[in-house]
């Protein structure tokens, strides 16, 4: 059985930086075409892919804050971890951590959701 | 960039109805790299089809996915009062980048 679960800080001041824990089971990381990403989704408002990491520790980013973000894996806890710089109000929004389909094109097994609020 | 638009913004229907949901690509999409996701409140996403057409893992047959190139669809031929939600298609662009629609938010009328 796959799960995933996000974990982090629900408050974060504006200009400081955000990590976020993925803890993850059912699956390893270490296994030939296994990935996973983290997706936000402000409230109210659609999904925002924002980077992805491979069992061969390939990353990928988003194109819009490619610069702010870092995907990380420790293959032997099951966790991956995002950190985000700069946070800024409009970065309120719930995170998600979700398991890429063996394929590559689509998430199968997602978080529930960890909501972080940016606010001085 | 590929944006995709969904419509209509929200489709007001009754259970029992039949709802077409639509996915419009900015550019030719392979259909292998679309997905449909449906979400709840306070719920995340849940994949609904993959490849277009393929139905996820204990998905009831009465969704289904169709489309190529720019216009994709989903259908949900009897609607079930649990099937009232918020939809969303993705689709995927090597490179890579994944990218979803805005949402089309399915309400009880």
């Known amino acids: 059985q796959v799960t995933l ?7 974060v001041k504006p200009t400081q930086t955000l990590t976020l824990t993925c803890t993850f089971s059912g699956f ?20 925002e ?16 804050l490619k610069t702010r973000l870092t995907i990380s894996k420790d293959t032997s806890k099951n966790q ?21 389909s063996g394929s590559r094109y689509h998430f199968d097994y997602w978080g529930q959701g960890t909501l972080v609020t940016v606010s001085s | 960039e590929i944006v995709l638009t969904q419509s209509p913004g ?3 229907l009754s259970p029992g109805e039949r709802a077409t949901l639509s996915c419009r690509a900015s550019q030719s999409v392979t259909s292998s790299y679309l997905a449909w996701y449906q979400q709840k409140p306070g719920q995340a996403p849940r994949l609904l089809i993959y490849g277009a057409s393929s139905r ?13 190139g720019t ?39």
């Open chain 2, 56 to 68: 996820a893992t204990g998905i009831p047959d009465r969704f289904s996915g169709s489309g190529s």
């Open chain 1, 49 to 64: 892919w924002l980077a992805r990491i491979d069992w061969d520790n390939d990353k990928y980013y988003g194109t819009s």
């Open chain 2, 10 to 12: 929200t489709l007001s």
């Open chain 1, 28 to 47: 390893s990381l270490s296994t030939s075409g296994m990935c996973v990403s983290w997706i936000r989704q402000p409230p109210g408002k659609a999904l």
């Open chain 1, 5 to 11: 679960r996000e974990s982090g800080p629900a408050l």
């Open chain 2, 71 to 109: 216009d994709f669809t989903l259908t949900i031929s009897r609607l079930e009062p649990e099937d009232f939600a918020v939809y969303y298609c993705q689709q995927y662009v090597t490179s890579p980048g994944y990218t979803f629609g805005q949402g089309t938010k399915l309400e009880i009328k």
């Open chain 1, 80 to 100: 991956v971890v995002l950190t985000m710089t700069s946070m800024d109000p409009v970065d309120t929004a719930t995170y998600y951590c979700a398991r890429v």
